[in-house]
């Protein structure tokens, strides 16, 4: 993952570090909701889990091209690549959904809603584009303390999200105070099962940038070299000073709202059409093809992260759930620490 000012720079050019890193933070992600769908499936998850399958060639770009240590990122339910990516260890997302008491959010919420709000990363809420005001608060806040310098703000939302007063608010505010917000927006195709015909009268969704005064970038969410050029460009634009910037990748979610949904209401000829592909597969080939990484690479990567996956849930398993009785009911993040 990129540490350094320079590391970003180079990965708008599409760096050979680069590159392979948001594919390892892509199939990393994948593997490790292969298996939460299924340790849920089995009864041994207690909550909602929701997959990012087909969004992680966002996610991890997003992410990868995220200075961990300065920028701040608010995940969505479908960011784990991104999180991945940002430098969340494996072992705090298996904790938090299975309730260990080492975690993060120490088994109190949702399993989804975890964070570290002291190293960047508000805790994720059920947000509807909440969370661009959140960020957008944060940025300001760094710069009345003088520590917005070389800072980028991002978060991630869906197709719906646009239609809510909270993502209208946020990036209108983001625009007028040129803060250093990046805002990708994943036109699933769906908010939850409504289809993007009747949420929206825009042609494209990309059009709202404009409206609101801000950079506006579209991209194939299936194309993994594509989404690492155009939202690591983004990323560099927002640091450079050039403002808020908007990306839309259209994209597909290969499966339900949730593994409580199945999905049916998406229409066969959109699953077998060009949004429907799996962007690790694409990836995969991409990377094979333009020399960034041998089949045989991938494969061990695969292995080891498989490895590192049962590890970490082996390990959640094992450690204890909250006891109310006994609980310190204190804020897992204070004014100790400065957002």
């Not at 966002?58 to 701040?72: C, F, M, N, P, Q």
């Not at 944060?138 to 719906?160: H, P």
């Not at 994209?251 to 000829?269: A, F, I, Q």
Request: aromatic share 6%; net charge negative.
């Amino acid at each position: 993952m990129p540490e350094t000012e320079e590391a970003v720079r180079t990965a708008a050019g599409l760096d050979r570090d680069y590159v392979r890193d948001v594919f390892r933070a892509m199939l990393r992600a994948r593997l490790l909701e292969n298996k939460l769908s299924s340790l849920y499936k089995a009864g041994k998850i207690v909550g909602g889990v929701y997959l990012g399958k087909g969004q992680e060639a966002v996610s991890a770009s997003l992410g990868t091209s995220l200075i961990k240590g300065r920028d701040i990122f608010a995940a969505l339910i479908r960011d784990q690549a991104g999180r991945t990516a940002f430098g969340e260890p494996l072992i705090d997302c298996t904790r938090t959904y299975l309730g260990s008491v080492l975690g993060p959010m120490k088994g109190r919420d949702g399993n989804i809603h975890r964070g570290r709000p002291l190293d960047g990363m508000p805790a994720m809420i059920s947000h509807l584009g909440a969370a661009v005001s959140v960020v957008g608060g944060m940025l300001i806040a760094r710069r009345i303390r003088g520590e917005l310098a070389g800072v980028v703000g991002a978060t991630c939302v869906g197709d719906g999200a646009t239609s809510t007063g909270a993502f209208h608010e946020g990036l209108n505010m983001a625009a007028v105070e040129k803060l250093p917000m990046v805002v990708i927006v994943g036109n699933n195709q769906f908010a939850y099962s409504t289809p993007t015909d009747r949420q929206f009268a825009c042609e494209d969704l990309l059009d709202r940038a404009k409206g609101y005064g801000v950079g506006g970038h579209s991209v194939d969410g299936t194309d993994v070299l594509a989404c690492a050029k155009v939202i690591g460009d983004a990323v560099q634009l927002a640091r450079e000073g050039a403002g808020p910037q908007m990306v839309v990748a259209r994209l597909l979610r290969l499966s339900g709202h949730g593994e409580h949904d199945d999905g049916s209401y998406v229409p066969p000829v959109l699953k077998s059409g060009h949004l429907g592909r799996d962007c690790i597969e694409t990836g995969s080939n991409q990377l094979v093809e333009s020399g960034y990484a041998t089949a045989e690479e991938i494969e061990r990567w695969r292995s080891d992260f498989t490895d590192e996956v049962q590890a970490a849930v082996a390990q959640a398993q094992q450690e204890p759930l909250p006891d109310p009785w006994h609980e310190e009911w204190h804020a897992c993040a204070t004014q100790t620490g400065r957002l």
